[in-house]
Nanobody, 125 residues
Framework: QVQLAESGGGLVQPGGSLRLSCAAS????????MGWYRQAPGKQRELVAG???????KYADSVKGRFTISRDNAQNTMYLQMNSLNPEDTAVYYC???????????????????WGQGTQVTVSS
């Protein structure tokens, strides 16, 4: 069983930055595709950014050039650096390890899919 724990959310002014972290337990981190998702009130959960085990990246059009996803396999941690935040980025951000992001990016389906509890990001003046 894998547990994911997000951190780094909070309140930030428009134009500001935040760095989210997702720490994973277990031994499958380094060989898994991972992703950041977000869900705003009244909207469906959407993929923000994904990173495969071999370093392929995928970004939503709305965050390209502003957000950067990365991973540290030695620390079993994934990051999302978010710059130039705007109110439309306000949402609960979730990290995913496994098939949900693999299907979005392409790759081998391993049959597991884990989610964190989410961290709130609010962009407001």
């Amino acid at each position: 069983q894998v547990q994911l724990a997000e951190s780094g959310g909070g309140l930030v002014q428009p134009g500001g930055s935040l760095r989210l972290s997702c720490a994973a337990s277990g031994s499958i981190f380094s060989k898994s595709t991972m992703g950041w998702y977000r869900q705003a009130p009244g909207k469906q959960r959407e993929l923000v950014a994904g990173i495969s085990s071999d370093g392929r990246l995928k970004y939503a059009d709305s965050v390209k050039g502003r957000f950067t996803i990365s991973r540290d396999n030695a620390q079993n941690t994934m990051y999302l650096q978010m710059n130039s935040l705007n109110p439309e980025d306000t949402a609960v951000y979730y990290c995913n390890l496994g098939d949900s992001t693999t299907r979005a990016m392409g790759g081998i389906i391993f049959g597991y899919d884990f989610w964190g509890q989410g961290t709130q990001v609010t962009v407001s003046s």
